[in-house]
């Protein structure tokens, strides 16, 4: 892509994975214009029309106490979005309801890599068929940094969620642990008095959640609607 028709992107949340996806950002045809966070962006303040002029999407990973008002302010402005901070999911219907009357583009996922988004599936395709058994208990646990705030993570939730969906109506013992560095390690399993099946999903880096959001940014510029990564990821490329 040439520098003419670089993308302006905004950064909310301006961590670890704000800044990895500055990095990251020109690979995608993006430069950041803007970088927002705790400093210049409490209780929204620096979500302005002005600060967004010549941004076309924003990607936000900031906290859970303030994701849902960033994407408010945000789509408001009429700018598409790409979501990744999790901790905020009983928010969720609201935030759709918003979007839509925004008329702007959103892509929400708790988890961002491509390879989770597979492992999802798997797991929803093994849920269903072990929910016609009815000896198989199951459980989900995962590993994160012990920096992360929320336990059990959005994406463990998620993968619950994606287990009931597929016909898994019996309880799911969910456990979380935080400790070091761990990018995110999540296991999901099934046990009988037989035998045991383990399905595990481990992030090696931040990068694929990085590119993941990326991949995500580039499609959703001139799109209308709220959307889940899941739901896109044949569309990307």
């Known amino acids: 892509m040439s520098a003419a028709a670089t993308r302006g992107m905004a950064v909310v949340g301006y961590g670890k994975m704000g800044r990895l996806i500055e990095q990251l950002a020109p690979q995608h045809g993006f430069e950041v214009r803007l970088r927002l966070d705790i400093d210049n962006n409490a209780a929204g303040a ?5 600060n967004f002029r010549g941004v076309d999407v924003a990607i936000e990973f900031s906290t859970p106490a303030t994701a849902a008002v960033n994407v408010r302010m945000i789509t408001a402005l009429g700018v598409n979005c790409v979501v990744g901070t999790t901790g905020w999911h009983d928010e969720l219907a609201a935030v759709r309801e918003a979007v839509a009357k925004s008329g702007a583009g959103v892509v929400w996922a708790p988890n961002f890599s491509v390879g989770m988004s597979l492992f999802m599936k798997i797991v929803a395709d093994a849920a269903g068929l072990f929910a016609k058994h009815g000896e198989y208990g199951a459980w989900g646990w995962e590993l994160h940094h012990a920096q992360k705030k929320d336990a059990p993570s959005g994406t463990l939730l998620k993968l619950a969620d994606e287990m009931r969906r597929a016909g898994y109506v019996r309880p799911i013992d969910l456990s979380a642990s935080r400790a070091g560095m761990a990018p995110g390690t999540h296991e999901i399993g099934f046990d009988s008095a037989g035998d045991t099946i383990t ?12 590119q993941g959001a990326l991949l995500a940014a580039r499609w959703v510029v001139g799109k209308k609607g709220f959307f889940e990564f899941q739901e896109i990821l044949g569309e990307l490329g």
């Open 46 to 50: 620096g979500i302005t029309a002005e």
């Open 199 to 210: 399905l595990r999903h481990t992030a090696r880096s931040r990068e694929g959640f990085a």
